[in-house]
């Protein structure tokens, strides 16, 4: 009889220290599933404020670099092999640092002819261009229409 008694009395605490060791491991679910879903938030907004502007850079800059490594290698990202002849299969390309200029002057060239209308994007219109603008703008000033303009006018029979 003093057997069952011991059990009855000590079955209380096991009942309770179950009910405890329950109450922890669904705090520690639900710890761990906050912290899974604020893992997953942060992703999100991180990868939405790191998104990145394939039209960003295209400037003068870009420009006379890709210049320079044109000059050096030509087709920088042409494929070699170990004697330095360019092969049509895989290889190594001729400078890494210069294949990565070529292909952003090649992406620059494209954003430069994109049409964004309600200013949706970022674009250097004049992006390789810039000197063009200004050679054509010297065209235009009044000094160099009074060079056309008298001689057309001598010509038209008009006289000072």
């Known amino acids: 009889a ?16 179950h009910l405890r060791a329950a109450a922890q491991n ?22 939405s404020a790191l998104k990145q502007d394939p039209c960003a850079g295209c400037d003068e800059g870009l420009a006379l670099a890709y210049q320079g490594c044109a000059r050096e290698y030509g087709n920088p990202c042409a ?5 330095g002849l360019v092969i049509s299969g895989a290889g190594t390309k001729k400078d890494v640092s210069c294949c990565l200029k070529k292909e952003k002057h090649d992406r620059c060239l494209t ?24 050679m ?20 038209a029979g008009w006289s000072f």
């Not at 705090?27 to 990868?47: E, I, S």
């Not at 954003?111 to 200004?134: G, I, Q």
């Not at 054509?136 to 009044?142: G, H, L, N, P, R």
């Open 2 to 17: 003093q057997a069952i008694l011991a059990q009855a009395a000590e079955r209380p605490q096991l009942v309770l220290r």
């Open 26 to 47: 669904s705090r520690r679910r639900a710890m761990k599933f906050a912290a899974a879903g604020l893992a997953l938030v942060l992703a999100v907004v991180c990868a």
């Open 79 to 83: 494929e070699t092999d170990e004697a």
């Open 111 to 134: 954003c430069k002819s994109m049409d964004c209308e309600f200013k949706t994007c970022n674009v250097n219109k004049l992006y390789y261009s810039e000197r063009e603008t200004v």
């Open 136 to 155: 054509v703008d010297k065209t235009k000033t009044k000094e160099a229409y009074s060079e056309h303009d008298a001689a057309a006018m001598k010509a």
